[in-house]
Every structure is written in structure tokens, then in C-alpha cells.
T-cell receptor, first 110, second 116 residues
């Protein structure tokens, strides 16, 4: 069965410092990985997906199949990055469900 | 924010009662989903539907039921059989692009259910 692990429930960094949110997955098929973000009082929304290979709000994530990881990185954290971040695994096939990790609450301190 | 609406925002229920959570979307999306969000556990899939009049159980379907009579609506009923129903419930929808990749899901604002 597929599984997504986010080892850090809480993560605090200072403004301007680099930030890395860890995500590991287990899945026997070809994975599709996503990061979703939920800012305070806002809806859960897609931040980025590995297929797009793009940078959103300064965040990047590289799929490492050897280490089964999809860590989210930003070189210089901003206070507005404070939010709950969820890593999600897409299951290929007709169902196209998402399996979510337990989330990491990021707080960027001034 | 438009697109996906959930009502009510807060819902209180007495033990032993069934309650129905509403989810409506005007995005013309084919697929709809219900998740339960608990602290420290992330989102867990309850039910999903890819087309009208068809739906499948997710990981934690016991004690829940759904219907999909219209493309834009996917109500969730929390029955008295659900042992621990107090939670935050999220509805989502996605367009079936048919590209072979997982479609982006768009989420509603959620309903917080409290059983008294």
C-alpha cells in the first residue's frame, strides 16, 4: 500500500533562513508527487507538483526516486510562508486518488 | 472564493443522529472527494466519485454514506455508526483531464462537525 511520511509535525525557522520540509513516500508504481498548502483561514490549495518542475513562491521540490523523497525547499523563508504543508502522492490509474501525509506546520519567525 | 462550497461551516450533532454535509461545485468537474482532517493525521479519504451515479469507498468509509445524483453535488452523510465523527471535513473536486496524470484537486472551505 502507498504511504506518505512527513517526519516533522512542527518546523520553525527565522525569516531569511533556508527551509526544507521533508517528505518520503512508499509506492510500488510510478509516483506523482504534490505539495499542498493551507494558509491560516484559507483553503487547502496546490502549491506545486513534480511533473511541472516549476518554482512557486520561491519553493522547489525535486523527486528523488532513489531515496523516495520529495522534499520542499526554499532558500530564504518569508513570514508569509507560515502555513500547514501537506505532501501528497498520486496513484496512477483510473482512480487517481491522492494519499496525504500528516502535514508539517511551518512557522517563520521575524 | 467560489467554485466549491460546503455548508454549514459548523455543525453540532447529538450522539445517535445522522447528519448530512453539503458539497456543491460549479467548476464542471467530473470527480469529487470527501476527506476527513484530524490533527496530526493529515487528510484521509472517505469516499470519492468520478462520475454521476457512481462512487467508491476510500480508506475510512465505515459509518459514512454518499450520493452523486448530480454532477455538481456530492453530499456526505455521517451516520450514527461512525464511532468518532467529531472532525473537520473537506470536500474537493477535480477535472478528469484524461492525460494519464493525477488531476489537481480543488478544495472547499470545510465543515467542522462536533458531536455533543
Amino acid at each position: 500500500a502507498q504511504r506518505v511520511t512527513q517526519p516533522e509535525k512542527l518546523l520553525s525557522v527565522f525569516k531569511g533562513a533556508p527551509v526544507e520540509l521533508k517528505c518520503n513516500y512508499s509506492y510500488s508504481g510510478s509516483p506523482e508527487l504534490f505539495w499542498y498548502v493551507q494558509y491560516s483561514r484559507q483553503r487547502l490549495q496546490l502549491l506545486l507538483r513534480h511533473i511541472s518542475r516549476e518554482s512557486i513562491k520561491g519553493f522547489t521540490a525535486d523527486l528523488n526516486k532513489g531515496e523516495t523523497s520529495f522534499h520542499l525547499k526554499k532558500p530564504f523563508a518569508q513570514e508569509e510562508d507560515s502555513a500547514m504543508y501537506y505532501c501528497a502522492l498520486g496513484i496512477s490509474g483510473s482512480a487517481r486518488q491522492l494519499t496525504f501525509g500528516s502535514g508539517t506546520q511551518l512557522t517563520v519567525l521575524p | 472564493d467560489g467554485g466549491i462550497t460546503q455548508s454549514p461551516k459548523y455543525l453540532f450533532r447529538k450522539e445517535g443522529q445522522n447528519v448530512t454535509l453539503s458539497c456543491e461545485q460549479n467548476l464542471n468537474h467530473d470527480a469529487m472527494y470527501w476527506y476527513r482532517q484530524d490533527p496530526g493525521q493529515g487528510l484521509r479519504l472517505i469516499y470519492y466519485s468520478q462520475i454521476v451515479n457512481d462512487f467508491q469507498k476510500g480508506d475510512i468509509a465505515e459509518g459514512y454514506s454518499v450520493s452523486r445524483e448530480k454532477k455538481e453535488s456530492f453530499p456526505l452523510t455521517v451516520t450514527s455508526a461512525q464511532k468518532n465523527p467529531t472532525a473537520f471535513y473537506l470536500c474537493a473536486s477535480s477535472m478528469r483531464t484524461g492525460t494519464g496524470v493525477t488531476d489537481t484537486q480543488y478544495f472547499g472551505p470545510g465543515t467542522r462537525l462536533t458531536v455533543l
